[in-house]
């Protein structure tokens, strides 16, 4: 179909048919799919709130690699910024290897 034939008010009539068309198409596809979904689920003996819900896996915590020799309880993972306690070691010219566990 050459478009540059058609006229102006025939292209408006043509690009409504096309725009509805294709909104009918998408609630069959849709429609489609959530079948497809359904049955697949079925298959391998899932609902579908199973499927739909948000399964959170928990880590574990990241162990302290750094402790105060003073002050046992202040650690760091040796992970982002270093605390202020860390960054006041290394800056009295104290070494970090001095706080590995």
Not at 21 to 37: G, H, P, S
């Amino acid at each position: 179909m050459d478009l540059s034939t058609l006229e102006f008010t025939k292209l408006v009539e043509l690009k409504s048919e096309v725009e509805n068309e294709i909104k009918r198409r998408e609630v069959e596809e849709k429609a489609k799919a959530k079948k497809q979904i359904i049955e697949l689920a079925r298959a391998y003996g899932l609902s579908v709130e199973e499927v739909l819900s948000k399964t959170v896996v928990a880590r574990k915590p990241v162990e302290a690699k750094y402790r105060h020799p003073e002050n046992t309880e202040l650690t760091w993972t040796g992970r982002g910024r270093k605390p202020a306690w860390v960054q006041a070691w290394v800056d009295g010219g104290k070494s970090l290897e001095q706080l590995a566990i």
